[in-house]
């Protein structure tokens, strides 16, 4: 049968830099996230996975390599990746290891929460250049001494999901900051030289959201502990345990944001909540590779190189292509793909201050999309794959369990996605039935 179309490379670029009429910038950062991704996150991330292990050794090889500071402006030594470009990196380092990546977003968000998006926020001469000289301390350590931030938010209640104020406090004390609390899932536990967390001043005794700070605690200041075990279904690399802080004293430079800025920035940069789904994008496009490669017979399976089939004494590999089933399979596949890059690369050209409401219902379906369909995606690779493709010595079945968890990242799960586009869909703000 003639080919249609001209012939693709398996691992070409999820978004082409022609089709979807990326920057220079971005087509150059996108080649060399594939390209790190494939040579060192791709050969490890069995390894993560199997033992729930932090990927030490990625983050060592991405700081020489400049992405841990990917977000850091460029006239302050880093990258200079805008929010679009750092979406699309990280998309490409998800495809290779879905537990790197969406680590790597928490420490980046340190820096493109306290970058870019302050950048775009209020604040007075005086308060813009402290912030500046604040951060420049902790971009500092990033780019010299291969710091990792991480991003604890989570607690357990309802102050992840936006809807109460943080129960980890902060009480001004000279000097600084003393600091009470718990959070739970904080990934990069016990292996990052910061924990960049959400708290409450109660220093004037009222615990408002308009009171939330944004500060990095160091690891081993002396109160901070990490407790809990770490064995979950999927992203076990994450190591997401719970942190204790109890008493924990912070100079006033730990502040990643000057006081009141992440609620204006939660209010007014809503896409800053859209990070966690770049991992799951590049997820959702590497089961649909792993069903590509499968049925064509390209897949090498352990033991029988390809070409070889048998030698090794693996099972060799087979072409399954010819069967009308799967290629109504791989088409329905390709159909939620396509839907589901559209939207989002919709949603992340379109990030910014103060966004349209249509623009914020976009950026909710995006993460919706993007979050459930990768799970979609895999669910169905594998059925349409069978059953040597679900063992463990073969990519998919953890890419399969590392998109279940998509749909629970706080503060837009899957659910409460739907939940705000439904509401707000059909109610102005400030519009009631009465
Ligand atoms: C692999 C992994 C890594 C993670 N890493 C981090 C991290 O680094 N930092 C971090 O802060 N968190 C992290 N999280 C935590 C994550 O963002 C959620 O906070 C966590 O999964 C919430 O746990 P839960 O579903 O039991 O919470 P619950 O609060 O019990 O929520 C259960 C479900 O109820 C719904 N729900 C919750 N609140 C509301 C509400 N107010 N109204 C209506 N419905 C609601 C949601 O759909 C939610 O999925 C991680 C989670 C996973 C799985």
Redesign the pocket.
Known sequence: MDHPLPTTTLDAPIFDPRAFRLTPFEADLTTRAREFGARILAPRAAKWDREAAFPIDNYRDMHAEGWLGVCIPRDEGGLGADFRAYCLAAAELGRHCGATA??WN?HVCSTLWTGLLTDDLQMDPATRAQHQSRRALHYRRILQDGAIY?????E???A??G?AAFGTTAKRVEGGFLVNGK??????SGHAQQYGILCTDVTDGTASRRNTLYLAIPADAPGVSVAGEWD?L??RG?V?RNLLFQDVFVPSTASLMPDGLYFQAAMRWPHMFLT?SPTYMGLAQAAFDFTLRYLRGEQPMPGSPPGEAGRGGGIPPVKRRMYPTKQIAVAEMRVMLEQTKALWFQAISEAGPDPSKDSMLRALAAQNTVMENANAIATKAVRTCGGQAMLKTLPLERIYRDSR?G?????W????CI?RIGRDSLYERGETDE
């Open positions: 969406l680590t928490m991480s991003q604890p938010f989570s357990g209640g309802a992840a999901a809807a959070k739970i899932f904080a990934s990069l979950p999927g992203m994450t997401s966690l968890c749909s629970l990242m706080l503060p799960t899957a659910e409460l939940d």
